[in-house]
């Protein structure tokens, strides 16, 4: 965490959107990393230490471009490469373009509206219809 997080702190791309975020003091991000400790760990071993809701926590990020989480992405890969073993690596690697791509599919990829009047299996009705 302390490897891959300094490097984004330094980063030109990621650095300033992440010091708007959590400002740039050492105890703004000790209780960040705290923060991203419980969130990995709930990941990686099932701990349940992390509560929160990381999609509204980014959606709130007016700087966010989808590139971003290419560029964290290979931060990332890079930093558990050197830390971890190669199947480790791999596992935190996968798990994390997973939640990267859940977000960029949150953040900016809508799906087009359906035609009105039609009904997909498992839709929500149509606001002031009945469940």
Not at 6 to 32: K, T
Not at 96 to 103: F, H, I, M, N
Not at 104 to 120: D, H, S
């Amino acid at each position: 965490m302390d490897l891959f997080y300094g490097r984004v702190r330094r980063d030109p791309l990621l650095g300033p959107v992440f010091a708007r975020a959590i400002g740039s003091a050492d105890a703004d991000w000790a209780r960040h990393l705290a923060r991203l400790a419980d969130f990995w760990s709930s990941l990686m071993l099932r701990s349940g230490r992390y509560r929160g809701d990381p999609f509204s926590i980014h959606q709130r990020l007016p700087d966010l471009e989808p590139a971003m989480f290419d560029h964290w992405l290979t931060l990332f890969a890079e930093a558990c490469a050197e830390v971890f073993e190669p199947d480790m690596a791999d596992a935190f690697r996968e798990r994390a373009e997973r939640v990267a791509r859940s977000l960029r599919m949150g953040l900016f990829e809508r799906l087009p509206a359906r035609p009105a009047g039609r009904q997909g299996s498992g839709a929500a009705p149509a606001q002031g219809g009945r469940a």
